[in-house]
Protein backbone atom coordinates (compact mmCIF):
# COMPACT_ATOMS: atom_id res chain seq x y z
CA UNK A 1 0.00 0.00 0.00
CA UNK A 2 1.61 3.01 -1.46
CA UNK A 3 1.69 6.30 0.88
CA UNK A 4 1.50 9.82 -0.17
CA UNK A 5 4.26 10.63 -2.61
CA UNK A 6 5.80 13.78 -3.70
CA UNK A 7 7.94 15.21 -6.16
CA UNK A 8 10.36 16.73 -7.04
CA UNK A 9 12.27 15.66 -3.81
CA UNK A 10 14.44 19.34 -4.25
CA UNK A 11 14.13 21.92 -6.37
CA UNK A 12 16.13 25.47 -7.24
CA UNK A 13 14.29 28.43 -8.63
CA UNK A 14 15.35 32.36 -9.00
CA UNK A 15 12.87 35.08 -8.16
CA UNK A 16 9.95 35.33 -10.40
CA UNK A 17 9.98 32.31 -11.55
CA UNK A 18 7.11 29.48 -11.43
CA UNK A 19 6.80 26.14 -9.86
CA UNK A 20 4.72 23.06 -10.00
CA UNK A 21 5.07 20.32 -7.03
CA UNK A 22 2.97 17.26 -7.60
CA UNK A 23 1.49 14.99 -5.21
CA UNK A 24 -0.47 11.58 -5.19
CA UNK A 25 -2.74 10.47 -2.04
CA UNK A 26 -2.26 7.14 -0.44
CA UNK A 27 -4.00 4.29 -1.92
CA UNK A 28 -8.40 4.91 -1.16
CA UNK A 29 -8.11 8.70 -0.04
CA UNK A 30 -9.65 11.69 -2.07
CA UNK A 31 -8.76 14.85 -0.17
CA UNK A 32 -5.34 16.14 -0.44
CA UNK A 33 -3.92 19.26 1.84
CA UNK A 34 -1.26 21.17 1.25
CA UNK A 35 1.28 22.59 3.83
CA UNK A 36 4.27 25.05 3.81
CA UNK A 37 7.26 24.36 6.35
CA UNK A 38 9.37 27.31 6.68
CA UNK A 39 12.70 26.14 8.70
CA UNK A 40 12.08 25.94 12.04
CA UNK A 41 8.62 26.23 11.78
CA UNK A 42 5.50 24.18 12.17
CA UNK A 43 3.85 23.68 9.17
CA UNK A 44 1.07 25.99 7.63
CA UNK A 45 -1.90 25.01 5.85
CA UNK A 46 -2.08 26.54 2.18
CA UNK A 47 -5.21 24.65 0.89
CA UNK A 48 -7.44 21.95 0.48
CA UNK A 49 -8.68 19.74 -2.49
CA UNK A 50 -12.12 17.39 -2.33
CA UNK A 51 -13.68 16.36 -5.84
CA UNK A 52 -11.28 18.41 -7.77
CA UNK A 53 -12.67 21.53 -5.98
CA UNK A 54 -10.50 23.93 -3.17
CA UNK A 55 -12.40 23.26 -0.20
CA UNK A 56 -10.80 25.36 2.22
CA UNK A 57 -8.11 27.72 1.96
CA UNK A 58 -5.16 28.70 4.65
CA UNK A 59 -3.76 32.57 4.64
CA UNK A 60 -2.02 32.59 1.61
CA UNK A 61 -1.58 35.12 -1.65
CA UNK A 62 -3.29 33.94 -4.84
CA UNK A 63 0.38 33.20 -6.17
CA UNK A 64 -0.55 29.87 -4.71
CA UNK A 65 -3.00 28.02 -6.60
CA UNK A 66 -4.05 24.15 -6.98
CA UNK A 67 -5.71 21.43 -8.86
CA UNK A 68 -6.68 17.94 -8.40
CA UNK A 69 -7.26 15.38 -10.50
CA UNK A 70 -9.84 12.99 -11.32
CA UNK A 71 -7.17 10.34 -10.10
CA UNK A 72 -7.38 12.47 -6.95
CA UNK A 73 -3.57 13.32 -7.96
CA UNK A 74 -2.78 17.55 -6.82
CA UNK A 75 -0.59 20.01 -8.01
CA UNK A 76 0.66 23.34 -6.12
CA UNK A 77 1.31 25.83 -8.43
CA UNK A 78 3.66 28.96 -7.20
CA UNK A 79 3.95 31.78 -9.23
CA UNK A 80 6.09 35.08 -9.56
CA UNK A 81 8.22 32.79 -6.72
CA UNK A 82 10.15 34.73 -3.38
CA UNK A 83 12.79 34.50 -1.30
CA UNK A 84 10.72 33.69 1.40
CA UNK A 85 8.79 30.85 -0.42
CA UNK A 86 11.78 29.02 0.24
CA UNK A 87 9.96 26.06 2.65
CA UNK A 88 9.53 22.60 2.48
CA UNK A 89 6.07 21.91 0.72
CA UNK A 90 4.17 19.02 2.33
CA UNK A 91 1.17 17.03 0.62
CA UNK A 92 -1.54 15.36 2.63
CA UNK A 93 -4.02 13.05 2.12
CA UNK A 94 -7.34 11.67 3.83
CA UNK A 95 -10.74 10.52 3.30
CA UNK A 96 -12.33 8.53 0.72
CA UNK A 97 -14.15 5.67 0.47
CA UNK A 98 -13.05 3.47 3.58
CA UNK A 99 -11.02 6.19 5.37
CA UNK A 100 -11.71 8.50 7.73
CA UNK A 101 -11.37 12.52 6.94
CA UNK A 102 -9.90 13.21 10.14
CA UNK A 103 -6.30 12.28 9.89
CA UNK A 104 -4.33 13.31 7.52
CA UNK A 105 -0.66 10.98 6.15
CA UNK A 106 2.00 12.99 5.23
CA UNK A 107 4.17 12.66 2.24
CA UNK A 108 7.61 13.58 2.50
CA UNK A 109 7.56 16.76 1.42
CA UNK A 110 9.61 19.05 -1.65
CA UNK A 111 12.29 20.82 -0.57
CA UNK A 112 12.30 24.66 -2.42
CA UNK A 113 14.98 26.87 -2.36
CA UNK A 114 14.43 30.19 -4.23
CA UNK A 115 17.27 31.82 -4.75
CA UNK B 1 -9.40 31.13 14.04
CA UNK B 2 -7.46 28.10 15.54
CA UNK B 3 -4.47 29.14 17.33
CA UNK B 4 -2.21 26.48 18.74
CA UNK B 5 0.66 26.96 21.55
CA UNK B 6 3.43 24.61 22.27
CA UNK B 7 5.11 26.01 25.37
CA UNK B 8 8.49 24.52 24.78
CA UNK B 9 10.42 24.84 21.71
CA UNK B 10 13.88 23.53 23.00
CA UNK B 11 13.91 20.31 25.51
CA UNK B 12 17.05 18.20 26.72
CA UNK B 13 16.61 15.58 29.10
CA UNK B 14 18.84 12.52 29.92
CA UNK B 15 17.64 8.84 29.07
CA UNK B 16 15.06 7.34 30.90
CA UNK B 17 13.76 10.81 32.07
CA UNK B 18 9.90 11.29 32.20
CA UNK B 19 8.59 13.96 29.57
CA UNK B 20 6.01 16.36 29.36
CA UNK B 21 5.40 18.47 26.12
CA UNK B 22 2.46 20.96 26.86
CA UNK B 23 0.28 21.79 24.40
CA UNK B 24 -2.69 24.68 24.64
CA UNK B 25 -5.13 25.18 21.69
CA UNK B 26 -8.03 27.95 20.61
CA UNK B 27 -11.00 26.98 19.10
CA UNK B 28 -14.76 27.01 20.41
CA UNK B 29 -15.87 24.03 18.34
CA UNK B 30 -15.49 20.95 18.25
CA UNK B 31 -11.58 19.19 17.22
CA UNK B 32 -9.82 16.50 16.91
CA UNK B 33 -6.10 16.79 17.98
CA UNK B 34 -3.01 15.13 16.89
CA UNK B 35 0.55 15.00 17.83
CA UNK B 36 3.06 14.34 15.42
CA UNK B 37 6.60 13.63 15.43
CA UNK B 38 9.55 14.58 13.31
CA UNK B 39 12.47 12.66 13.38
CA UNK B 40 15.51 13.50 11.58
CA UNK B 41 15.51 13.55 7.79
CA UNK B 42 12.00 11.89 7.83
CA UNK B 43 8.69 12.97 7.17
CA UNK B 44 5.69 13.66 9.61
CA UNK B 45 4.68 10.69 11.50
CA UNK B 46 1.69 10.54 12.81
CA UNK B 47 2.04 9.62 16.84
CA UNK B 48 -0.91 9.78 18.69
CA UNK B 49 -4.86 11.24 18.06
CA UNK B 50 -7.86 12.11 19.76
CA UNK B 51 -11.15 12.56 17.84
CA UNK B 52 -13.63 11.81 20.67
CA UNK B 53 -13.91 9.49 23.99
CA UNK B 54 -11.40 8.52 26.01
CA UNK B 55 -9.35 11.73 27.10
CA UNK B 56 -6.45 9.63 27.87
CA UNK B 57 -4.94 7.86 24.48
CA UNK B 58 -2.08 6.17 23.58
CA UNK B 59 0.14 6.59 20.82
CA UNK B 60 2.95 4.42 19.57
CA UNK B 61 6.21 3.73 20.87
CA UNK B 62 4.89 4.66 24.24
CA UNK B 63 3.81 8.30 23.96
CA UNK B 64 0.00 9.08 25.66
CA UNK B 65 -1.95 12.46 25.97
CA UNK B 66 -4.20 13.62 28.04
CA UNK B 67 -6.88 15.78 26.73
CA UNK B 68 -8.26 18.19 29.44
CA UNK B 69 -11.38 20.50 27.69
CA UNK B 70 -11.46 23.17 30.01
CA UNK B 71 -8.21 23.56 29.66
CA UNK B 72 -7.91 23.46 26.37
CA UNK B 73 -5.18 21.28 26.48
CA UNK B 74 -3.18 18.86 25.04
CA UNK B 75 0.00 17.44 26.83
CA UNK B 76 1.83 14.92 25.49
CA UNK B 77 3.60 12.70 27.83
CA UNK B 78 6.32 9.41 28.09
CA UNK B 79 7.46 8.23 31.07
CA UNK B 80 11.15 7.02 30.46
CA UNK B 81 12.27 8.80 26.99
CA UNK B 82 15.11 7.10 24.74
CA UNK B 83 18.33 8.22 22.50
CA UNK B 84 16.01 7.26 19.54
CA UNK B 85 13.17 10.37 20.55
CA UNK B 86 15.33 13.01 19.72
CA UNK B 87 13.12 15.00 17.28
CA UNK B 88 11.22 17.70 16.45
CA UNK B 89 7.44 17.25 18.28
CA UNK B 90 4.44 18.95 16.92
CA UNK B 91 0.99 19.78 18.16
CA UNK B 92 -2.18 20.01 15.84
CA UNK B 93 -5.67 20.90 15.95
CA UNK B 94 -8.29 20.57 13.40
CA UNK B 95 -12.19 21.65 13.55
CA UNK B 96 -14.47 18.95 11.94
CA UNK B 97 -16.90 20.66 9.38
CA UNK B 98 -19.33 19.25 6.71
CA UNK B 99 -18.63 15.65 7.27
CA UNK B 100 -15.13 16.20 6.42
CA UNK B 101 -12.33 18.20 8.81
CA UNK B 102 -10.33 21.28 8.08
CA UNK B 103 -6.79 21.83 7.34
CA UNK B 104 -4.39 21.37 10.24
CA UNK B 105 -3.45 24.16 12.60
CA UNK B 106 -0.02 23.47 13.74
CA UNK B 107 1.90 24.95 16.68
CA UNK B 108 5.69 25.83 16.39
CA UNK B 109 7.32 22.68 16.87
CA UNK B 110 9.36 21.85 20.67
CA UNK B 111 12.55 20.24 19.54
CA UNK B 112 13.51 17.23 21.89
CA UNK B 113 17.29 16.41 22.55
CA UNK B 114 18.07 13.18 24.06
CA UNK B 115 21.62 13.16 26.00
CA UNK B 116 22.58 9.04 26.51
Known amino acids: DAGVTQSPTHLIKTRGQQVTLRCSPKSGHDTVSWYQQALGQGPQFIFQ???????QRGNFPDRFSGHQFPNYSSELNVNALLLGDSALYLC??????????????FGPGTRLTVL | AQSVSQHNHHVILSEAASLELGCNYS??????LFWYVQYPGQHLQLLLKYFSGDPLVKGIKGFEAEFIKSKFSFNLRKPSVQWSDTAEYFC??????????????FGKGTHLIIQP
Open chain 2, 92 to 105: AVNARSGGGADGLT
Open chain 1, 49 to 55: YYEEEER
Open chain 1, 92 to 105: ASSGGHLHSYNEQF
Open chain 2, 27 to 32: YGGTVN
